[in-house]
Structure formats: C-alpha cells, structure tokens
C-alpha cells in the first residue's frame, strides 16, 4: 500500500510571508494523482491543488503551487503571500490511476497544522 | 459548497448502538466513497461504490456496512457502537472513478460514543 508521509506536524509563517509544506509518498506505481486538501476549523476538506504525475509541469492555483518531484516521490505544497484565511490543517493524498485493491480512494498523510500569524 | 450533502451533522449515541450516516453525492456523481478521520487512526478510507456496486473496501470494521441507492445516494450503517468508533465521518463524491477529477467532500457526520 502507498504511504504518505508528512513530516511537519505544525508549521507557522507571517501574514504576507511564504511557506512551503513537505510530502513525501511510497509508491511503486509509475501514473498516479497527488492532491493537497485544506481542513480548516470549520471541518470542511478543501481541495487545493491536484497534480497528475505524466505531467512535468507543476501545478499551480493563485498563491498556491506545488513542487513536484517525481524520481524524489516528493509533493511539497508553497503557499505565497499568505492571508489569516490560510490557517488550517493541510493533507496530502495519493491515489492511483489504476484500480488497485483500494480502487481510487484517496492515501492521507497526517497532516500539518499551519499557524498563520499577523 | 462542494454539493456533497451529509446528515445528520452531529449525532450523540451510547455504546452497543446502531446509527445510520447519510449522504448524497453531488449532482451527476455516480461514485461514493467513506472515510474516517480519528485523533489516532487520521483520514482513512472505509468503502467505495460506484453506480450502486461495491468497489473496493478499506479499513472497514465488519460492524460497520454501507450501500448504495438507486437514487445513488448513500448509507453507512455503524452497528455496536464502540468508544472508539467516536470520529468524523466524511462522504466524497466523484463522477466516475479512474478518472482525474478529484473527489468532493460533504461536510461530516461528527459521531460521539458516550
């Protein structure tokens, strides 16, 4: 099964400052998707970003961009110019391109916890 | 609103119960899926269906079971209800499965075992 590991249990960044979140992944697959998704306190799951892995080009949505690396199985998430807004939990997930025992379910990290402070 | 409806919000229950958890997928969604978020166990996935079928399982307890409806929306059935089942249940839809869209998730049942 792929794992997904987030080693940043809380990170904190200043208004109007950038911050990047680390991902890492375990796969043996070579065509997946990564998505990062925002949990706010309000319990939603937000996506953000998604990133399909045949593409070389990283994704990007406004302040949010991803750097994707893909011989490194790493799916780090950089928020720029960040706002009070941005405040909550982020996961990253993995889910396969083919039907694998799981079908097309969503792998979770643990999260990271972002403090956004003005 | 990602269109993804999920009641009750909040349900308060003992142990040994049973209780149902509702969803309705977003329009045109023909794919289901449940996940759990615990302190302990974080986001897990619990069971997929798809156009009424069962696709693929997770970690799902064998108290716990789910369907489908023609109408496509659907339930997840907790039965023997142990402390630890307290969570978050999230519903996600997505049109088909297989392809690149990205599952849209209802709001959650927040379930409390007492």
């Known amino acids: 099964a792929q794992t997904v590991t987030q080693s940043q249990p809380e990170m904190s960044v200043q208004e109007a400052e950038t911050v990047t979140l680390s991902c890492t992944y375990d796969?043996?697959?070579?065509?997946?998707?990564l998505f990062w998704y925002k949990q706010p306190p309000s319990r939603q799951m937000i996506l953000v970003i998604r990133?399909?892995?045949?593409?070389?080009q990283n994704a990007t949505e406004n302040r949010f961009s991803v750097n994707f690396q893909k011989a490194a199985k790493s799916f780090s998430l950089k928020i720029s110019d960040s706002q009070l807004g941005d405040a909550a939990m982020y996961f990253c997930?993995?889910?396969?391109?083919?039907?694998?025992?799981?079908?097309?379910?969503?792998?979770f990290g643990k999260g990271t916890s972002l403090l956004v402070t003005p | 609103d990602s269109g993804v409806t999920q009641t009750p919000k909040h349900l308060i229950t003992a142990t040994g119960q049973r209780v149902t958890l509702r969803c309705s997928p977003r329009s045109g969604d023909l794919s289901v899926y449940w996940y759990q978020q615990s302190l302990d166990q974080g986001l897990q996935f619990l069971i997929q269906y798809y156009n009424g079928e069962e696709r693929a399982k997770g970690n799902i307890l064998e108290r716990f079971s789910a369907q489908q409806f023609p109408d496509l929306h659907s339930e997840l059935n907790l039965s023997s209800l142990e402390l630890g089942d307290s969570a978050l249940y999230f519903c996600?839809?997505?049109?088909?499965?297989?392809?690149?869209?990205?599952?849209?998730f209802g709001d959650g049942t927040r379930l409390s075992i007492l």
């Open positions: 990133q399909e892995a045949y593409k070389q």
């Open positions: 796969t043996s697959e070579s065509d997946y998707y």
């Open positions: 997930a993995y889910r396969s391109a083919s039907n694998s025992n799981s079908g097309y379910a969503l792998n």
């Open positions: 996600a839809s997505s049109l088909l499965p297989g392809l690149s869209q990205p599952q849209h």
